[in-house]
């Protein structure tokens, strides 16, 4: 079975439930990717039903060459997947 993509230190519990409880703070790139992803999900939302946000961003999305908008944000591609959501805010993409 495939893993799913997750990102640098998120698939760690007991980081998670730190950063949760702000017993401890992400820091550099973590930190980056987490906003990013607060981001691009407070976005989404505002398009799409907030209970299909997660499935956009472990499918492959065409407008992304077939690849998924979390393995991209895990390699740090945020205006790539800016770019394709800009497009759905304007709904010019169909």
């Known amino acids: 079975m495939e ?6 230190g998120f698939s760690d519990p007991a ?3 730190a950063w949760a ?3 401890r703070r992400p820091t550099g790139a973590k930190r980056d990717r987490l906003m990013e992803l607060v981001a ?19 499918k492959p999305v065409p407008a992304l060459g077939d690849r998924r908008p979390i393995e991209l944000l895990s390699k740090g591609k ?3 997947i800016s770019k394709v959501v800009a497009e759905l805010e304007n709904d010019s993409f169909s």
């Open 3 to 8: 893993k799913s993509p997750s990102l640098s």
């Open 40 to 58: 691009l999900v407070d976005r989404l939302e505002r398009v799409m039903q907030p209970r299909y946000v997660p499935l956009w961003l472990l």
């Open 21 to 23: 409880r702000a017993t």
């Open 78 to 80: 945020y205006r790539d």
């Open 15 to 17: 980081t998670v439930n």
